[in-house]
């Protein structure tokens, strides 16, 4: 954002932009949820085990990376409309005045710092608001995350066949109930974050439009 700045963009430029990114990575989240819960929900119970490949676990992977930048640049902008709107923040201020050494009097204190503008306050309440959902979607993503690490740890442990060692174990590992366990309670937490992604993205989407009609001044 500093470079931006010293680039020249002004700070509206600079806050419709982080806008528009978190919008962009919400976005990004929500059609990697959309995929996963695809791959989860075309397999059956018995067969868990293509579930549980490296494409859900990069696809869980990219989605927590996308969540964490739209947490970012939610903040980045939240951070300028309350210290920017209603002035022109990232112009140079005057530089001031020296006080004459005959006479010293208090400096008076420095004004207030403006109050965002009624279009500021509504992206900034829409922002609070998607940064609090943001960070259920994250924790339902690590949630998913964890369970099928941990199905997947069972499978590793629970999965000779007769390719390993020559013993039969005489039931497919995924049917063992602690690998359905884990595999149905990530799948839960994976539908909940798709779900509140979706929320999520009508926020944003909302956030996006009312930015560009917040005043420069």
């Excluded at 696809?59 to 969540?67: K, P, R, S, V, W």
């Excluded at 000779?160 to 109930?177: S, Y």
């Excluded at 799948?187 to 999520?200: I, N, Y």
Aim: proline letters at 7%; charged letters at 30%.
């Amino acid at each position: 954002m500093e470079m931006e700045a010293a680039a020249g963009m002004s700070w509206k430029a600079l806050f419709e932009r982080r806008v528009v990114m978190a919008d962009a990575h919400c976005r990004n989240a929500d059609s990697l949820l959309h995929g996963l819960v695809v791959i989860f929900t075309e397999h059956e119970a018995r067969d868990m085990r293509a579930c549980g490949g490296e494409e859900a676990r990069r696809g869980l992977e990219d989605a927590h990376a996308q969540l964490g930048l739209a947490l970012a640049s939610m903040g980045a902008a939240r951070h300028l409309a309350l210290r920017c709107a209603g002035r022109r923040a990232l112009d140079p201020a005057p530089s001031p005045t020296r006080p004459r050494r005959r006479r010293r009097r208090r400096s008076p204190p420095p004004p207030p710092p403006p109050s965002p503008t009624p279009e500021a306050r509504r992206v900034l309440s829409l922002l609070r608001e998607a940064t609090e959902l943001v960070y259920r979607v994250h924790d339902l993503v690590e949630g998913a995350r964890a369970h099928m690490g941990a199905a997947e740890s069972l499978l590793l442990a629970l999965g000779l066949d007769e390719d390993d060692d020559g013993r039969d174990r005489g039931f497919a590992p995924w049917d063992h109930p602690p690998c359905v366990a884990e595999q149905l309670d990530g799948t839960m937490d994976l539908g909940e974050a798709f779900a509140r992604a979706l929320d999520l993205l009508m926020l944003t989407t909302e956030a996006g439009e009312a930015a560009f009609r917040v005043g420069d001044d």
